[in-house]
């Protein structure tokens, strides 16, 4: 439904759809990609928060400012990294018709056939298409997760 010219008119027509169509091994398609990406982003997010803490907020006291400064860089640079893994795990949950048509390919079936996909399509700035909108999306959403959490970190140790 975020692609373009989605079949789908609704999140139920979707499953509907796909699971009479593939069965319900369709919804765990890129469930191994879907590890292979979170677990380097969440690896590098809190390295890098880690580190940013260090440089920001030395004392490691409750400061908002640092912690939102801090998770904005480590969500930025951990999307930046990990996008290749995202496009090719978009492709595969997609598997967007256009791309599959102009390849001559009835499926994508696992990450390494999503990487040559990906690269026989677009080559290496394939694997970085909508690098800027990932940035721009986890830049606010990790700076507020994080200052979320050491705001309620600071309230469990003060009461």
Same mark, same amino acid.
């Given at each position: 439904?975020?692609?373009?010219?989605?079949?789908?008119?609704?999140?139920?027509?979707?499953?509907?759809?796909?699971?009479?169509?593939?069965?319900?091994?369709?919804?765990?398609?890129?469930?191994? /990609?879907? $590890? =292979?990406?979170?677990?380097?982003?969440?690896?590098?997010?809190?390295? &890098?928060?880690?580190?940013? !803490? *260090?440089? +920001?907020?030395?004392?490691?006291?409750?400061?908002?400012?640092?912690?939102?400064?801090?998770?904005?860089?480590?969500?930025?640079?951990?999307?930046?990294?990990?996008?290749?893994?995202?496009?090719?795990?978009?492709?595969?949950?997609?598997?967007?018709?256009?791309?599959?048509?102009?390849?001559?390919?009835?499926?994508? /079936?696992? $990450? =390494?056939?999503?990487?040559?996909?990906?690269?026989?399509?677009?080559? &290496?700035?394939?694997?970085? !298409? *909508?690098? +800027?909108?990932?940035?721009?999306?986890?830049?606010?959403?990790?700076?507020?997760?994080?200052?979320?959490?050491?705001?309620?970190?600071?309230?469990?140790?003060?009461?």
């Amino acid at each position: 439904m975020q692609m373009y010219n989605s079949p789908y008119s609704s999140v139920w027509s979707c499953i509907r759809t796909i699971y009479a169509t593939e069965g319900l091994r369709a919804f765990y398609r890129s469930y191994t /990609t879907q $590890l =292979t990406m979170n677990v380097p982003f969440q690896s590098i997010h809190f390295m &890098v928060y880690e580190f940013m !803490q *260090g440089v +920001t907020n030395p004392e490691r006291s409750y400061n908002p400012k640092a912690h939102m400064v801090s998770g904005a860089m480590a969500g930025a640079l951990a999307a930046a990294i990990t996008t290749p893994l995202d496009v090719c795990k978009t492709l595969l949950n997609t598997q967007e018709s256009t791309a599959l048509n102009s390849l001559g390919q009835p499926q994508i /079936t696992g $990450l =390494t056939h999503a990487f040559r996909t990906v690269y026989r399509l677009g080559g &290496v700035r394939g694997y970085f !298409q *909508g690098a +800027t909108a990932r940035v721009l999306y986890q830049i606010p959403s990790t700076a507020i997760c994080w200052s979320v959490y050491e705001f309620l970190k600071y309230l469990i140790k003060s009461s």
